[in-house]
Structures are given as structure tokens and as C-alpha cells.
């Protein structure tokens, strides 16, 4: 899914062909990502930036993907949800509680502001789950 390609975690390696395209994504993410770094430490921040993704000396950037990927997962979620209709639902029931008593997204797939604890979150329980298990 989006957030494992984002992460870097997608499992799926696929035929010849698809495995060249992940290379190339893999590359245009480490791009995008490398851009966004440099940005992080022109806009300065005392050496934060740098200490916390010291470690990532490949160039990967699968902290700093970690981070935004945590930072974007609801605006990405809306972005997808977008055209859904009103009357469309999640799988699940995910809004306003846990466990027996939550409910269905009443609303394009998301949970209302009114619904609870869960409210305007993403859905799904799914996102760490490694994605040959879901």
C-alpha cells in the first residue's frame, strides 16, 4: 500500500518488470526524500535535523520517509477518500470506539468529527501490519 511504498517496506519484488520499476521508485523516493532533507536543514534547527537522521548514511532516508509518512497518513487518507461517496464505507468498524461498540465510516469512508475518539483519523488498523499478513 501507499504507506509501505513511502516507508520503503513494500514486499512485493513481482516479476522482472516489476522489479525494475520498484528500483526506479525506489531511487525517485530517495530523490524526492534527499530534497526534502535539504530543505529541513536550510530552514535550520540547531542541529536537530542532522542528529536525527545521522544514521542513515545510504542516503535511504527511511527515517525521515517513517516520520513524514506519520505526519501525512490522514492528509494522504483524505486525498484517496476524496471522490468517495457519500454513502460509501470503510470495512471496518473503526469510528468512535473500540472493539464492539465503534461503528462504520459514516461519511466517504471516514469517521465524522462527532463520532468520537476516532474522529477525522484513517481507518484502518492495518498500517503496521506487514502487508503479506493483511
Avoid: M
Amino acid at each position: 500500500d501507499i504507506g509501505d511504498i513511502v516507508r520503503g517496506k513494500d514486499l512485493y519484488l513481482g516479476n522482472t518488470h516489476e522489479s525494475t520499476q520498484r528500483i526506479i521508485l525506489e531511487n525517485n523516493l530517495k530523490t524526492i526524500f534527499g530534497h526534502i532533507y535539504e530543505e529541513l536543514i536550510k530552514n535550520g534547527s540547531n542541529g536537530q535535523i542532522e542528529a536525527r537522521y545521522q544514521d542513515d548514511d545510504k542516503k535511504n532516508f527511511f527515517k525521515l520517509r517513517e516520520d513524514w509518512w506519520t505526519a501525512n497518513r490522514s492528509t494522504v487518507w483524505k486525498a484517496i477518500t476524496c471522490h468517495a461517496g457519500e454513502s460509501d464505507k470503510y470495512f471496518r468498524k473503526t469510528c468512535g470506539g473500540s472493539g464492539k461498540t465503534a461503528t462504520q465510516t459514516p461519511s466517504q469512508c471516514r469517521c465524522t468529527k462527532t463520532s468520537g475518539a476516532n474522529a477525522d483519523k484513517v481507518p484502518t488498523y492495518f498500517d503496521y501490519v506487514p502487508q503479506y499478513l493483511r
